[in-house]
């Protein structure tokens, strides 16, 4: 399988591949969303994780097809809260928010879309949109779910299969 899509901080210090089609490309505007982004943006020279419209845009891919391939001992994680099983992913070089990261058995890797260059699937879908900020007004050029959709539930399920499968 060939890599299609690189990740990196904005220094270029730590690098991600990629293979294979993402499972998904959405913009979520949850509430631990939000904060994770913030708290984020708060670190010293930090580029925005949050787009002008309060979304974090993510790429999610398989967890099997994710290769951090330069820079693994610059990543640090982040929690909202002690108890959470969510980490956000940041390249402590610059501070650039990486991915989402999960200590369950979650089968798939959350990457901030901004970290990717060059051609990037569209985004699909925007989630969760009953938290956005209240002066934001959503175009309608995707769909708007207010919570999360069936579409990406079934995506997700599709992937996990496909991975018990080995395809």
């Known amino acids: 399988m060939t890599v299609i899509a690189t990740a990196a901080c904005a220094c270029g210090n730590v690098e991600f591949h990629a293979r294979g089609a993402p499972i998904v490309s959405a913009a979520c505007y949850c509430d631990d969303c939000h904060a994770g982004s ?18 974090s845009a993510y790429i999610l891919y398989r967890k099997d097809r994710v290769t951090c391939t330069k820079g693994s001992s610059l990543l640090k994680n982040y929690k909202i809260r002690a108890d959470s099983k969510t980490n956000r992913v940041v390249a402590s070089c610059c501070n650039s928010a990486m991915m989402l990261s999960f200590e369950d058995s979650r089968h798939w890797v959350t990457m901030f879309r901004k970290r990717f260059s060059g051609e990037l699937p569209p985004l699909e879908m925007r989630i969760c949109t009953k938290f956005k900020p209240e002066n934001v007004e959503l175009p309608n050029d995707l769909p708007n779910y ?11 399920l599709a992937a996990r299969i496909a991975m018990l499968l080995g395809r």
């Open 38 to 55: 913030r708290q984020i943006e708060a670190l010293p020279n930090a580029a925005p994780a949050l787009d002008a419209d309060g979304g």
């Open 146 to 156: 207010k919570v999360f959709s069936f579409k990406l539930v079934g995506r997700l």
